[in-house]
């Protein structure tokens, strides 16, 4: 068997002229690039401590795992609340609440998706007004993670209207209840 060709480094090493081709480094990229991405994700915060309670109507929230909804912030602080209506409330009241952080401290906003009972990102979320599915503190906003979902649900519910996360305005969250 023959031993393939090898060339001297400037460091005086010696590589295999086989191993290092010109497309090595495009495969080595391509190879890694799942994983990167992967690790980009955030990440879902675990689930609330069993004696956190929502900030803005005092409710304690781990009961409520089908509509927790969770703010964190730059500095590591969690904020847990008891459905998106009253998370929506504090975003929208951050300076009632915090007195030293505003929104640009905002890192991740989670809320639980309706069908699958798991946490998505609240800002690619999509939300049902007016619908007949009750949340622990009545009417709520239903967070679905996908649009034709979302769709689905309100048909379904005799929701009013889907809203994405910048659709949810103060006068939204103040016409529920």
Known sequence: ?????????????RRSRQAFGPWARVWLVLAALPMALALAQP???????ADAR??????????????????????????????PKDMFRYYFDLAKFEKKLGPKDIREI??????TAKPVDARTAWFVAGS?????????LVPVAGKQESVSFRTDHHGLEVLSFAGVTRSVVEAIE
């Open 1 to 13: 068997m023959k031993r393939p060709e090898t060339a001297r480094t400037q460091h005086g090493r």
């Open 43 to 49: 990440v879902p915060p675990p689930p609330p401590a």
């Open 54 to 83: 929502c900030p803005v109507c005092g409710m304690q929230v781990a009961p409520h795992k089908a509509w927790l909804a969770t703010i964190i912030f730059t500095t590591g602080k969690r904020v847990d609340f008891d459905g």
């Open 110 to 115: 989670w809320v639980t998706d309706y069908y």
């Open 132 to 140: 007949d599915v009750l949340g622990p503190m009545g009417h709520e």
